[in-house]
């Protein structure tokens, strides 16, 4: 009887594939404001194009207009990436800049979206993507992201999720504008709050992601973790006390995943020829949250790597990130694929 039951136990080894025990990796992939390396950032057409290239989230950056209606920019500023300073030259604050919240939605959805741009020199900050042209590319509002998404899920038969950031809260309540609120009530709306949705809800704002769970956000929860700070606020403090295990382990009561800068994971020397890969990913997995990071661009490489391809063996052979962000996500979703983690 043992001699059996070892010949079959040698007999269903054999028949497995040798990398199953590799197989259960299986990181995801965010379109970082959709298929952004090849047409004008948070435009619906770069949403689709993402879509089409087979990622697992699509992004989208919420930021409000004066009257209160949820729009999918990357920036408060309007400035960077769209007319705004040609249709309305006076409507800029003292600093010379033109904030979302200074507009009406209706003023927004009129502007034209374009590449993004230096305001100084108003030439292109990635020279070989879109160039600019007539094409009336617009804004466009959060409940239509949701909508083209979940038609895309209905005609397709996938189920490619949603990767909201909630951008400056404390900039705009300063306006009387609750945007964390308005946003989580817009995608309770639609569905994506719970875990089951697979939808993500991300943060820079530490007080905003507590905040987050005392408004009724049931579903995944991302800290978004940076060097600088982020915003309006003088939030460096509060990120570098996000990196140390006190705030690793204060933070995963709330947020389900721990998301930082490429470069907190894998830290450039001084002379940026090299890198060295830190204990930071490691040490938020020990405190019980997924492991995510951004943002990936093959026409920007982080500090000390030589090649697009080197960066993606430390993102997902050496760091093993959950899920990773990418202006590129079709070469992510290829590579993963290449090397069976698809």
Known sequence: MLKKLFASALLLS?????????????????????????????????????????????????????????LVMHDTLLDTTTDVAKRFPDRARKDGRF???????????????????DVKTGKP???GRFPDSPIAYQIPSLEEEFLQVQGLNKSTGRNVSVYVEVKEPVFFQE??????????DMMTKYGYNSMESKAILQIFDYEAVVRARELGWKGELAMLVTASGQGHIDDKARHAWLQTDEGLRDVAKYATIYAPNFNLLAVPTEDAKAYTIS??????????MKLHSWTLREDSLPKGFRTFGEVLDVAFKTIKVDGMFSDFPDILVKYLKDNDMR
């Open 279 to 288: 204990d930071l990913g490691d040490r938020a997995r020990k405190a019980g």
């Open 99 to 117: 904030y979302s919240s200074d507009f009406t939605y209706d003023e927004l959805r009129s502007l034209r979206v374009t590449e993004r741009f």
């Open 175 to 184: 306006q009387g504008l609750d945007i964390l609120k308005a946003t989580i």
């Open 125 to 127: 900050v990635f020279s």
């Open 14 to 70: 054999l028949a497995l594939p040798l990398t199953a025990s590799a197989g259960d990796y299986r990181p995801g992939v965010a379109a970082h404001r959709g298929a952004s390396g090849y047409l004008p950032e948070h435009t619906l057409p770069a949403k689709a194009m993402a879509y089409a290239m087979g990622v697992d989230y699509i992004e989208q950056d919420v930021v409000m207009s004066k009257d209160g209606k949820l």
